[in-house]
């Protein structure tokens, strides 16, 4: 299914800087055991990615732990605020539970209650497993979890396999797909419905009024011209 309408995730591209609050490190060589740990631990994580002097995103992590060896580093609890860098406003805001971001690649797995509420569209994606890819600018979720998305038009739509390319602005479900979409079409004919029926409405209040005048205007002649006749 397609939709001519997305939303951009250039924010998932980002590469993380040692922006802290508190850390703890460790310098020392690692062994297999020892590379399960983190080298770098972050509580209260806040980064904010800039373009041309403007803000493009930010995002808040209650804990980031940073692994040298695997180039990974693994967020908790996060929560990000996509800007419009055109008029620098919120064009969407997100959530989830955990988050690994691939440092090298710019790929994100994100896992556990997201929710992604874009108020540019007036739509809100609910998963709990999305992979976003930052080279091909594509975003999937897992093929066994439904991936839910509603907007303030009515449309509703419920599905699995989902993926969406950011380059092409759509996103197709493969299947176990249900709801209701509601086009543009079919808004502009709500729109249309609901003047006729405004101008109906309009049109019988004034009838009713003509009509009442027309009735009194025959009863007052009536009795005038009988008050004239001799006796």
């Not at 990000?80 to 090298?104: H, P, W």
């Not at 699995?160 to 176990?176: A, E, H, P």
């Not at 309009?202 to 027309?214: F, L, P, V, Y």
């Amino acid at each position: 299914m397609g939709f001519t309408k997305w939303f951009t995730c250039a924010f998932f591209s980002v590469i993380f800087l040692n922006i802290v609050t508190s850390c703890t490190f460790d310098y020392g060589e690692t062994d297999a055991e020892e590379s399960k740990l983190p080298n770098m631990t972050m509580e209260g994580l806040e980064y904010v990615r800039v373009k041309n002097g403007q803000p493009v995103a930010r995002m808040e992590a209650d804990i980031g732990d940073r692994f040298e060896s695997r180039h990974v580093m693994e967020l908790k609890n996060f929560n990000f605020q996509q800007y419009n860098t055109s008029t620098g406003e919120i064009d969407a805001i997100g959530s989830g539970d955990k988050a690994l971001v691939e440092m090298d690649t710019g790929n994100v797995q994100m896992n556990g209650s997201i929710h992604i509420n874009v108020e540019s569209e007036n739509m809100t994606i609910d998963t709990e497993s999305f992979t976003w890819k930052d080279k091909p600018k594509t975003l999937s979720g897992d093929d066994n979890l439904p991936v839910n998305i509603e907007k303030t038009d009515g449309t509703i739509i419920n599905g699995k396999g989902f993926s969406s390319d950011l380059r092409s602005k759509t996103f197709i479900f493969s299947r176990d797909v249900d709801g209701v979409y509601v086009s543009e079409d079919d808004e502009d004919d709500k729109k249309e419905e609901s003047s006729s029926k405004d101008a109906a409405a309009k049109t019988d209040q004034s009838a009713d009024k003509n009509g009442g005048m027309s009735d009194e205007s025959t009863t007052q002649d009536s009795t005038t011209q009988d008050s004239g006749t001799p006796e």
